[in-house]
């Protein structure tokens, strides 16, 4: 009688304690019972990866975008094409389990030389979505739980460059052209940045030199290079009085695009070198108040990006993104050579977030702000905006409209209401 007493007894501590076993996942670490990928088109109508990972608690997926004016030391995006990609990723043994970030080691080291960085993109997305459902958190608290700072918004108004159709024959050399508004909170400055694209557009109009919109969809103009800046300051000087908040303007030059020796506009003509690109670029933040200077110089010259970084003594932002290609030795590289005040954070230039989380450590560490970026070719995902929260980023650019774009504002905005 006694013993069956105890028997039952024990039982029910047993169910008691499995219930609450099951009721908090977060005991359990997870394991990938099958990963396997399909194609899908980005906003510029071309083929990218959507990869799909299966658990115990289901399926997660998540997508990758595609650049176009990539840094030429950007890890390839498939190891071959995206067909190998599907296939290699069928034949993946993940017989381990994973419970938080730094486990994304573990994923990279078995994918190594496998797939390429747009697939380990996507692949790791997916296994962050899936870790933090089970754990019941955000997937930013899988990055650092105390996060709290929201970034200021980059959004592109007017293009040049790769990613723009001529207008009447022309087009800026530079590619992008930007607006930062810095209001408190970042459903104002997302409002801003909306609000200058539609005044920039307008003031385009009345010049009649209003292109349609680029793969950013940002505004595509005739006009040359200063006259956009020209637009760009007027419009930011009379936003700024309107809103009584703080708006910076800033450039993407990506100067490798139209550099073959020497730097090569076209829209006007001229051909500068090294040395003459250098003063032309300062010279330019300050007839212009800029405040953001991204590839100003092309991606071999640290040395380019220094003298620059020096001449403009702290009053404009020298970012670097094809300098760097989020890659953790070219940007330590930079670091030493003094090259740049900034760096642009794309997970699938170099294929590894962990590699992310390094330059991120190593940017706080030295000072240099961080800007977790969006590519030109974007899908619907949404998780760059928790990883720029995560890692506490400076900026988060990402384009001002379209429903890509818009995803990763609406989620950072989604984030800053859970904040409050
Ligand atoms: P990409 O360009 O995504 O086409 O490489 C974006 C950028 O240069 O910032
Ligand atoms: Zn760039």
């Known amino acids: 009688m006694q013993k069956r007493f105890i028997n039952a007894f024990l039982a029910s501590i047993e169910i008691e304690a499995m219930d609450f076993y099951i009721a908090d996942s977060s005991y359990f670490k997870m394991r990938i019972k099958e990963v396997y990928g399909r194609k899908i088109e980005d906003s510029r109508k071309e083929r990218t990866i959507e990869i799909f990972i299966k658990t115990e608690t289901g399926v997660y997926s998540a997508s990758s975008p595609s650049g176009k004016s990539k840094g030429r030391n950007e890890a390839p995006s498939f190891i071959r094409d995206i067909d190998l990609d599907m296939q290699m990723l069928k034949d993946l043994k993940m017989d381990f389990s994973i419970d938080c970030f730094e486990d994304l080691e573990k994923v990279e080291k078995i994918v190594k030389g496998k797939i390429g960085a747009n697939s380990i993109f996507a692949l790791e997305s997916a296994i962050l979505k899936a870790r933090a459902f089970e754990r019941k958190k955000e997937i930013w608290e899988l990055v650092n739980e105390k996060a709290r700072k929201l970034p200021h918004p980059v959004g592109n108004c007017i293009g040049g460059g790769m990613h723009t159709p001529l207008f009447n024959g022309k087009k800026p050399d530079f590619q992008e052209f930007l607006v930062i508004p810095k209001a408190r909170k970042f459903i104002d400055s997302v409002f801003l940045m909306k609000k200058m694209q539609e005044n920039a557009g307008k003031s385009l109009k009345i010049k009649r030199a209003l292109g349609r919109l680029n793969d950013e969809n940002a505004w595509a103009t005739s006009l040359e290079n200063e006259q956009v800046l020209n ?49 032309y670029m300062q010279e330019l933040t300050e007839n212009y108040d800029i405040y953001y200077l991204e590839d100003p110089m092309q991606e071999e010259d640290f040395s380019g990006f220094a ?55 190593y940017a706080k560490k030295y000072d240099i702000a961080t800007i977790m970026s969006h590519r030109s070719g974007e899908t619907n995902e949404s998780i760059i905006a928790d990883l720029a929260f995560g890692f506490s980023c400076d900026f988060i650019k990402t384009g001002i409209i379209g429903k890509e774009r818009e995803a990763k504002l609406s989620r950072m905005i989604e984030i800053e209401r859970e904040m409050s």
Do not use: H
């Open 307 to 361: 003298k620059l970084r020096e001449g403009v003594k702290g009053r404009c932002l020298i970012v670097g993104d094809d300098l760097i290609t989020s890659n953790v030795e070219r940007f330590l590289k930079a670091v030493y050579a003094n090259s740049i005040s900034a760096v642009i954070l794309k997970p699938n230039q170099c294929g590894s977030l962990i590699g992310i989380k390094k330059i991120v450590q």
């Open 231 to 279: 637009v760009m300051n007027n419009e930011r000087d009379k936003l700024e009085a309107e809103s009584s908040e703080k708006i910076e303007i800033g450039i993407d030059a990506a100067s490798s695009s139209f550099y073959t020796g020497l730097y090569n506009y076209k829209n006007p003509r001229k051909c500068l070198t090294a040395d003459k690109q250098t003063d």
